[in-house]
């Protein structure tokens, strides 16, 4: 069993930056990727950036490419979200998700299927206002 938990959320001005962590913990640290999500106030949870763990291969929203860079530190167990030049509709609890049970993951991207994950963190709240 794994355990996430985001941090970094906060309010920041339309343009502005921050980094999210997901810091990951458990008996085992073995799965096959890390996804990060949001949802927003009345809408459904929506992918935003994965990385599996065994060749570092990343995928983006089309919603947030090139602004929204997705990075890990093995030493510390930790996934990061840089956003970047934010905009109002990126407001949202973001969560990170753990895929630990999808074989099928070893031979193909990660994507944004909720069900693609096992193990959710509680979410961090973002807030892009001026």
């Known amino acids: 069993q794994l355990q996430l938990v985001e941090s970094g959320g906060g309010l920041v001005q339309p343009g502005g930056s921050l980094r999210l962590s997901c810091a990951v913990s458990?008996?085992?640290?073995?799965?096959?990727?890390i996804g990060w999500f949001r949802q927003a106030p009345g809408k459904e949870r929506e992918g935003v950036s994965c990385?599996?763990?065994?060749?570092?291969?990343?995928s983006y929203a089309d919603s947030v490419k090139g602004r929204f860079t997705i990075s890990r530190d093995n030493a510390k167990n930790t996934v990061y979200l840089q956003m970047n030049t934010l905009k109002p509709e990126d407001t949202a609890v973001y969560y990170c998700?753990?895929?630990?049970?999808?074989?099928?993951?070893?031979?193909?991207?990660?994507?944004?299927?909720?069900?693609?994950?096992?193990?959710w963190g509680q979410g961090t709240q973002v807030a892009v206002s001026s």
């Open positions: 458990g008996f085992t640290l073995d799965y096959y990727a």
């Open positions: 998700a753990a895929a630990q049970k999808d074989v099928s993951l070893l031979f193909r991207l990660c994507g944004f299927s909720k069900d693609e994950y096992d193990y």
């Open positions: 990385m599996k763990s065994s060749d570092g291969s990343t």
